[in-house]
């Protein structure tokens, strides 16, 4: 599957920044879908789980409390104020 690069940051500084196949979460408008090549748009987020499947398949989830995602250029951007891992998921850090 086409990947796209995802990064997820928050005030304590980037929680996420490398390829995603998808990002899943909870828009102004409704639960959407960030695929490779996706339009250009720009939305609220909404309080709720976020889940990330990787280019390995695995899945990563978190909730944010909400934010900011904006997608372009094949690259999203979600700034949330507030981003927990659920547990195991954190990515680990060199």
Not at 24 to 47: K, M, N
Request: charge should be negative; proline fraction near 5%; hydrophobic fraction near 40%.
């Amino acid at each position: 599957m086409n990947t796209f690069r995802l990064i997820v940051s928050s005030p304590d500084g980037s929680l996420y920044d490398g390829q995603a196949e998808m990002l899943a979460l909870r828009g102004a408008g409704g639960d959407l879908a960030i695929l490779a090549g996706h339009a250009a748009f720009v939305t609220a987020v909404q309080p709720g789980r976020c889940r990330i499947i990787c280019p390995d398949g695995s899945e990563r989830a978190g909730t944010t409390d909400g934010g900011i995602l904006t997608v372009a250029d094949n690259q999203a951007t979600l700034l949330t104020s507030s981003f927990v891992w659920e547990p195991g998921a954190a990515p680990s850090r060199s």
